[in-house]
């Protein structure tokens, strides 16, 4: 399975990601993602049928921002590093 997380710090809020995986991510007040599946845990599996466009969110995000691993991630500031 894969697993998603943002990396706010780095976000710019730019909303390509959404556009990519509209079910995968939102956007908070300030336009910052998270990922909509566990409010940006990072510990729940992404369905498979949602792959696809995560990697289009992966791919698309120009700041990086988007953080996928094979594995759940265990805290934000794993996912930050
Ligand atoms: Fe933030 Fe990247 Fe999504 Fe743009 S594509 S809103 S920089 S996470």
Known sequence: AKYTIVDQDTCIACSACGIAAPDLFDYNDEGISFA??????????????????LEDAYES???????????????????AS
């Open 36 to 53: 909509c599946l566990d409010d940006n845990q990072g510990m729940t599996p992404v369905p498979e049928d949602m792959e696809d466009d």
């Open 61 to 79: 995000c120009p700041s990086n921002s988007i953080k996928m691993a094979d594995e759940p991630f265990t805290c934000k500031k794993e996912a």
